[in-house]
């Protein structure tokens, strides 16, 4: 409990932090993002940004003149900073939001504005057309997502408006992308507050359902939720076909094998790149700085790799539960 606390912790804190660095690892695209170059950042301030942008913004009342302090929710908050190094970085707000809201109280009519989808403007698009958005779109169709809530769960509810970056092409794999990844999933299924805008029911926190699983933390930071929970696709880099809980991989030997399946779909991003280079396996394995057991030939290495694990998780185990052992002790005798 107290280890998937602090993981969650540290995924919060790693992708504030690595945020911007990501961005500029990419593509000279990337680079050429940000504030300074978007011609409707002064709108968008004075406009939006001025309340939407702070956690606390300053209220005028027009007739007595009275100025007040208030705090904008954290859900309503939209951090200038990872807006400008978003994909939609050279937005205006009213781009796709309506004239209305330039108005405060905002009036009830925009509350009901109804939004773009990704399709409205990516759709059929030759230049957008290595992302195949349109059959991203059928396959989210298809998907439990869509079919047990009647579109509710629109792609902008995993797909963040203000922030998105496409983290599979951006990062090099790893770790990191893993959690990020995951993020977007646990975002509803690890928090019912957001899910109550979807379903009345009480919908449970997800992680339990998996305790099948010999480490639930480690497996969580190790695979993606949508390596066992979406219909595979070679077409697409992220398959988007979610299908209900019970089709999910279960089988320990889908992963832990020679020909498994995260061949095909945690790594098929990096194994592209590192294919020509290194050979399938070991470029995948090196490249990712993680490893699978058995997707290695030699048996030896293969147990040797899984003790090194072992042992690695062991100590860093230990030295955890010191740690939480010791520390308060030694406040106590200060
Ligand atoms: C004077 C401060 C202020 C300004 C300026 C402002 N907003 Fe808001 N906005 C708020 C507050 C406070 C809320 C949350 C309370 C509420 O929903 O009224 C909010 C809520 C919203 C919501 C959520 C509505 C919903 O259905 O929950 C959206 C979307 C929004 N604002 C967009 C904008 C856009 C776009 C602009 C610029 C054109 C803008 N706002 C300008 C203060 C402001
Ligand atoms: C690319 C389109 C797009 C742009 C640009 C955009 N928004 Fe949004 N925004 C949306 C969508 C779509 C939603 C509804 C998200 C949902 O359905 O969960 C939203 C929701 C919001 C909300 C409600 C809280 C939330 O996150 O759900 C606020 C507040 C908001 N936007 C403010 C802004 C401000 C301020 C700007 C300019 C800095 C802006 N938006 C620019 C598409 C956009
Ligand atoms: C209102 C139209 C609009 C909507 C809605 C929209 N986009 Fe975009 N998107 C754009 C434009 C325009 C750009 C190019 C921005 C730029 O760099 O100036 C872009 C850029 C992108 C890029 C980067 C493309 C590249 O190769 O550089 C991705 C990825 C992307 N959008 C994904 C999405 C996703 C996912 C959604 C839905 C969740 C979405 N977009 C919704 C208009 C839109
Ligand atoms: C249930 C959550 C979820 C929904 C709904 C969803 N996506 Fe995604 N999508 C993901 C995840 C997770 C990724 C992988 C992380 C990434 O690369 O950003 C992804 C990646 C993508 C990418 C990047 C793929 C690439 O080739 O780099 C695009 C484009 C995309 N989604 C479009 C859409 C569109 C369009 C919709 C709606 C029709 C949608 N998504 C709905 C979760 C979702
Ligand atoms: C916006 C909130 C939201 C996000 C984000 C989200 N889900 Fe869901 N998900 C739901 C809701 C609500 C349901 C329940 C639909 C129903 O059965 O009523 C659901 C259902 C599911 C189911 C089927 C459960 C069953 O009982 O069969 C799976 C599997 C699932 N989600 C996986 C994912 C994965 C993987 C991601 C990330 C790619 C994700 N979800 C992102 C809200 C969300
Ligand atoms: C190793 C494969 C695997 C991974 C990784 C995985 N799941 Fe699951 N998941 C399953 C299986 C199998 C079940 C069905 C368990 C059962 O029937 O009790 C399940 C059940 C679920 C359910 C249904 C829960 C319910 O109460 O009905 C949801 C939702 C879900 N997973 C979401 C996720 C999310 C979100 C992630 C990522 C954080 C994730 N899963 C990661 C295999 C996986
Ligand atoms: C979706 C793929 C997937 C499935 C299904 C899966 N695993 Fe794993 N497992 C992994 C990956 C990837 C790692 C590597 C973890 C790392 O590098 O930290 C791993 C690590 C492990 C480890 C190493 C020790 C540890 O805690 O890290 C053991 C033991 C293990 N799995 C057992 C199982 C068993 C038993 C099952 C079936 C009940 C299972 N796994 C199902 C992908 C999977």
């Given amino acids: 409990m107290i280890l998937r606390n602090l993981s969650l912790v540290l995924l919060v804190l790693s992708l504030k932090a690595s945020l911007p660095a990501m961005a500029q690892e990419g593509d000279t695209v990337i680079a050429t993002r940000g504030k300074e170059m978007n011609i409707y950042a002064e709108d968008n301030e004075t406009n939006c940004l001025v309340c939407h942008g702070k956690l606390v913004y300053t209220l005028t009342d027009t007739l007595t003149g009275t100025v007040r302090k208030q705090l904008m929710s954290e859900h309503n908050l939209v951090v200038p900073d990872l807006f400008y190094s978003s994909v939609h970085w050279s937005f205006s707000c ?17 509350r009901f504005e109804t939004t773009w989808g990704c399709i409205d403007c990516h759709g059929y698009d030759p230049n957008y057309a290595q992302y195949r958005f349109e059959e991203i779109d059928q396959e989210y169709q298809r998907s439990v997502h869509y079919t047990a809530t009647e579109g509710l769960i ?3 509810k995993c797909h963040d408006p203000h922030y998105y970056n496409p983290l599979a092409r951006q990062t090099t794999g790893g770790r990191e992308y893993i959690l990020r990844s995951n993020e977007m999933c646990l975002r509803c299924h690890g928090n019912s507050d957001i899910m109550g805008l979807i379903n009345d029911e009480n919908v449970s926190i997800v992680l339990p359902r998996h305790e099948w699983l010999p480490d639930v933390d480690r497996h969580m930071e190790a695979v993606r939720c949508i390596d066992c929970h979406t219909r595979m696709n070679d077409s697409v880099l992220v398959a988007h076909e979610v299908m209900p809980a019970d089709s999910a991989v279960s089988g320990c030997a889908d992963c832990h094998s020679k020909n498994s399946i995260l061949m095909g779909t945690l790594y098929k991003y990096a194994a592209r790149e590192s ?3 290194k050979g399938f396996i070991n470029g995948v394995i090196l490249r990712n700085e993680s490893y699978v057991i058995g997707a290695n030939r030699s048996k030896f290495i293969s147990f040797t790799g899984l003790f090194l694990i072992g042992m690695t998780i062991a100590f860093a185990m230990v030295h955890t539960i010191f740690r939480i052992i010791i520390k308060p002790k030694e406040e106590v005798h200060e």
């Fill in 154 to 156: 629109t792609c902008w």
């Fill in 275 to 277: 294919r020509d280079e």
């Fill in 94 to 110: 009213l781009d796709c939001h309506s004239e209305g809201f330039k108005t405060f109280p905002h009036p009830l009519e925009t």
